[in-house]
């Protein structure tokens, strides 16, 4: 009680000094780190477990490119289920001369069997359950589709052949999918409308459903039925596996953003350790007049531990507010790619930071505070006695404790937490070696420059260790916003440049051998390139080299995937400009012998295809069989339509054909694509213009919220460096007051302070662009196979900001001891 | 609080002159005035012709670049520079161009010519207190102001010491303010101040 009180009334004054607010400065940052992705990452996790159940929004769903037997459904109705009916499909919606491409889901009676849809009279207005699904010739469109047609409840919307006034906006579907949505909004409408449409006919890139559900038994049954009846066509999705990938997916985001609120939480620990043990150094003398005077050592510890709580105590509310204030601004910024509303975050989060905090404090401040306790009472008389330093062993191991803990309780993956602790320590030892050879190189220069320079690069040099880790620990946080602002415009640039400026920027999909004339009238009548068409036919692959596709294993999971879902197929006399033979040949002009099939690059490798290989496909309800000829490499940035397999020509020709193509149509001309639209309601038009913009929108947002988190990182960084600063200061202030006293002004003493930040800048600013650099070569020639040019902008902005940023911290947290008065040097400790 | 009050006396160039008294006697204080280091509350202080009071810290730090030099008790070296680069100090201060040359002569003088590139921590007291005399002679200063100079160092070390820095005190008639315990050193100077209570209580001819 009295260690109580003698600590809260001291605290007040302590709160003053620099050490106690950096202590502060590092718990509240490493606090608003772990509370705004745990924040975050809980409301998503809360979301997926809450639409888990429903996001079927059935028990079971029969799905297919074709309608689904209505034996499907006598069958469910024997097991006393309940079922409705569902189709989806892509397709350009027009309100006037807007349009945009959207998916329609066409719902029919009882949608949805669970969970509940959510309608509101107007946008942005308040939300209900909806009685049922809209009524016949009504549609209800989900807010952003509104948005972009500018469209409010009540206009006429075309969809296809058919015109729907907008009786509603949908809020929340059950199955609208959980986690990033798809580009396309959606638009709800009746089942039995579909006809009207004209949409659905060959080619049209349905999915149907038939939801299922009841009691749980009864769905078991069934689903055990009809498994083993199941023609490849059919999938059968249950909640549980939906949800399973719902969960994977929330399960990477927050171990993603928990890994990099980690390195947040590392350095903000290395600042801790630095102020902790000021934090002892200066309570020595007290402690040590308090000792003489009687005190225990359990009253000593007491009031200082009562004081590191406190500070932990402060850090963890003023954190707790940072980072959920940062939360609700990252999911503001995310709100429209991320589809349904979050629910609100529950307290779990502020628990864990509060454990966290008191683990950093125990790990990192701890083994200072035992030492203040072993203060030996003679130093009243003998200056330099000092007490034992606290074993290597227990400052090590406790830090060690403190941080295992807290990267298994962000992390939980035992696995992941040793590659990660190994990358932490392998990554920090050599940048921890570079930032040392960078001081020894700065060091060396002093000879050739002027006093002030020389006497900061001289304290750069003798505080040798503490200055490499401050070059460190700025520059980890500065290399990660390079990368995210510089480095990340740089490869969209780069990107951009690789493609032709003349390059297609529309899709055409869905034309009907009959039409395909017609098309490419219409813009040759307008005096535009029409579009080179391709085929396409859908087909399903059966066997490889006669063995069922189904059981082959394959060198890469890509390639189950591709084998096993729905396969566009084309043909071709001719090798298309955008494609280049790896291996085998295409075949020759004229060519009518046997099928042959050219397959792409990557899929190839995926699947371990090769030349020789042959591919049977079931292609409405018949068989087709072709040799692999050639593998081919595809330029997919030329927006050509491209295929992973095309056939030699004859080949599919009785199949049922839809034709592809793509073109160029400048701003000027684009009522030539409300003409073909309006001509022809089937073909779907997609302006990738618009889809790049959404695509680069989607990548600055997603990205502002990982800065947000990295913002954190770069403050901890500062952290480190007051607490540097901090533990020097007495030293600082000391030689200020003697150069003083030696002549110099105030300005060559601020100089002197400001060069040592300055070289201190200038390493952590070309440690920071050097791994930005390789980290950007690494990324742009391993991960997106575009050619890495050098950016001198990163090292100019990458060498400024470390420069202004750690002198104008460097100025902040040293200014006390510029300013020291020069009598003070009569009265200073000995060098 | 007065520290000093009634005290009053000037120095003629070339002099060496000793304060002595008791501890809490206002020795220290009265060093830190003569020097511009801090200003008296009331009196003033003229220092080679500088009247200290109407200067301000910078224009103080600049006199003390030009005529001030310093040794102190615990040798104040910075402990981040070398042994020539701590002699260095003052005279790029008082913006010398062959500070370098002027260093390396002087080093050479004290008898550390083969300790210049050793940093303090790697200096035996003596040697650091030959480096603070170094730097203090460096800028052929007018006064040289000595707190306690042999307090932090064996008799015998502190003999060579005094030796040396009386030696150089002559060749360059510097003027010599020396503040000290030691009654023996004192004797060494020209004049001895004493002060008792923040009073100047004798102002003598030493007895040698």
Request: charged share 20%.
């Amino acid at each position: 009680m009295k260690a109580l009180s003698f600590a809260l009334k001291s605290l007040r004054r302590e709160l003053r000094s620099g050490e106690v607010l950096v202590l502060l400065a590092a718990v509240t940052l490493a606090v608003a780190a772990l509370t705004a992705v745990g924040f975050l990452t809980d409301r998503i996790g809360k979301a997926v477990a809450r639409q888990a159940n429903e996001v079927l929004a059935a028990d079971l769903r029969l799905q297919s490119q074709e309608p689904i037997p209505e034996s499907w459904r006598t069958l469910a109705a024997e097991y006393d289920l309940r079922t409705a009916d569902m189709a989806s499909f892509p397709s350009v919606v027009y309100r006037g001369d807007d349009n945009a491409l959207s998916t329609l889901v066409a719902v029919g009676d009882g949608y949805p069997l669970r969970g509940t849809v959510r309608i509101a009279d107007r946008l942005f207005g308040d939300e209900q359950t909806a009685a049922g699904i809209p009524a016949a010739g009504t549609v209800w469109a989900d807010g952003t589709l509104m948005a972009r047609l500018g469209a409010e409840v009540g206009d006429v919307l075309e969809v296809g052949s058919a015109r729907f006034p907008i009786a509603a906006v949908v809020t929340y579907r059950p199955d609208q999918s959980v986690g990033f949505a798809s580009f396309a909004p959606r638009l709800l409408m009746n089942t039995v409308d579909l006809p009207s449409t004209g949409l659905i006919g060959v080619g049209s890139r349905v999915t149907y459903a038939l939801l299922v559900a009841g009691a749980d038994d009864a769905v078991e049954d069934f689903a055990a039925a009809i498994e083993p009846e199941l023609p490849d066509s059919l999938r059968l999705r249950s909640a549980e596996e939906s949800s399973e990938r719902a969960f994977a997916a929330a399960d990477r985001a927050q171990r993603f953003l928990s890994l990099t609120a980690v390195i947040s939480l590392l350095l903000s620990a290395v600042a801790i350790a630095m102020s902790a043990r000021r934090f002892a150094l200066r309570r020595m003398d007290p402690v040590a007049l308090m000792k003489s005077l009687g005190a225990t050592q359990g009253f000593v510890i007491g009031v200082a531990t009562v004081q590191i709580l406190l500070i932990g105590l402060i850090g963890v509310v003023v954190g707790c507010v940072i980072g959920f204030a940062v939360e609700s601004a990252v999911s503001w910024v995310l709100a429209d790619i991320i589809s349904g509303d979050l629910p609100p975050a529950g307290l779990r989060p502020v628990a864990l930071a509060c454990g966290s905090a008191l683990l950093l404090l125990a790990g990192f401040a701890l083994p200072s505070l035992i030492r203040l306790r072993n203060t030996p009472p003679l130093r009243v008389l003998r200056h330099d006695a000092v007490p034992p330093a606290p074993s290597r062993i227990l400052v090590a191991g406790a830090s060690l404790a403190a941080v295992t803990g807290l990267l298994y309780q962000s992390v939980g993956d035992a696995e992941l937490l040793v590659y990660v602790l190994g990358g932490i320590i392998a990554i920090s030892a050599v940048l921890y070696l570079l930032g040392r050879g960078l001081v020894a190189v700065l060091g060396r220069f002093r000879s050739g420059v002027g006093v002030a320079w020389r006497y900061g690069l001289a304290n750069v040099a003798r505080r040798g260790r503490a200055s490499a880790v401050q070059v460190v620990a700025f520059g980890l946080g500065l290399t990660v916003l390079l990368l995210l602002t510089l480095v990340r415009t740089d490869l969209m640039e780069s990107w951009r440049r690789t493609l032709d400026e003349n390059a297609p920027n529309q899709f055409l999909i869905n034309i009907q051998p009959d039409e395909t004339d017609a098309v490419r009238r219409i813009f040759e009548e307008r005096g535009i390139e029409p579009p080179a068409l391709s085929p396409m036919v859908r087909a399903r692959m059966t066997l490889i080299n006669g063995e069922s596709a189904k059981d082959q294993s394959f060198p890469d999971p890509g390639g189950e995937w591709f084998v096993n879902r729905e396969q566009n197929l084309s043909w071709a006399a001719a090798l298309s400009d955008s494609n280049e033979i790896l291996d085998g040949e295409w075949w020759p002009p004229g060519y009518d012998g046997p099928p042959l099939v050219s397959i792409e690059e990557e899929r190839s490798m995926e699947t371990g295809l090769g030349v020789g290989d042959h591919l049977t496909f079931e292609v409405a309800g018949q068989t087709v069989a072709a040799t692999i000829a050639s593998v081919r490499k595809v330029n997919w940035d030329s927006f050509q339509p491209n295929f992973f397999l095309v056939f030699s020509p004859g080949a599919l020709d009785d199949y049922p054909t839809t034709w592809i193509g793509s073109l160029r149509v400048e701003p000027e001309d684009r009522d030539a694509l409300v003409s073909l639209v309006r001509a022809h309601p089937t073909v779907s038009v997609i302006d990738l213009d618009s889809v790049l913009k959404q695509v680069r929108e989607i990548i600055q947002k997603a990205t502002l919220a990982v800065q947000a988190v990295f913002i954190f990182t770069l403050a901890a960084g500062i952290a480190v460096l007051f607490a540097a600063v901090q533990s020097t200061i007495d030293e600082r202030r000391f030689e200020s007051a003697m150069l003083r006293a030696l002549g110099a002004g105030q300005r060559t003493v601020l100089a002197g302070v400001m060069a040592e930040f300055a070289a201190l800048g200038t390493a952590a600013g070309l440690l920071a662009s050097a791994g930005a650099s390789a980290l950007a070569a690494v990324i742009a020639e391993q991960l997106f196979n575009l050619p890495y040019t050098f950016n001198p902008l990163l090292w100019i902005v990458g060498l400024g900001s470390g420069v202004v940023v750690v002198c104008a911290s460097g100025y902040l947290a040293a200014r006390g001891a510029i300013n020291a008065a020069p009598v003070d040097v009569l009265r200073g400790a000995a060098a | 609080m007065t520290i000093l009050s009634d005290v009053s006396f000037a120095v003629d160039g070339g002099d060496s002159v000793a304060i002595v008294g008791p501890s809490g006697a206002g020795k220290s204080t009265l060093l830190a005035l003569l020097a511009g280091l801090d200003l008296p509350s009331t009196g003033s202080v003229t220092l080679n012709g500088h009247d200290l009071n109407t200067l301000d810290e910078d224009g103080r730090a600049r006199v003390r670049a030009q005529s001030v030099g310093f040794v102190f008790q615990s040798f104040h070296l910075v402990p981040s520079l070398n042994a020539l680069e701590n002699v260095m100090l003052p005279l790029e201060l008082a913006g010398m161009k062959d500070a370098r040359d002027a260093a390396l002569r002087i080093t050479d003088e004290v008898g550390l010519a083969e300790r210049r590139s050793h940093y303090p921590a790697q200096l035996s007291g003596g040697e650091k207190q030959r480096v603070a005399i170094a730097r203090a002679f460096a800028t052929r200063p007018a006064v040289l102001f000595a707190d306690e100079p042999t307090g932090n160092l064996d008799a015998r070390t502190g003999e060579k010491i005094m030796t040396l820095m009386f030696d150089l005190n002559r060749d360059s008639a510097t003027t010599l303010v020396l503040v000290t315990h030691d009654s023996q050193l004192a004797a060494r100077c020209d004049r001895v101040l004493t002060l008792d209570a923040g009073k100047l209580v004798a102002d003598e001819a030493a007895a040698a």
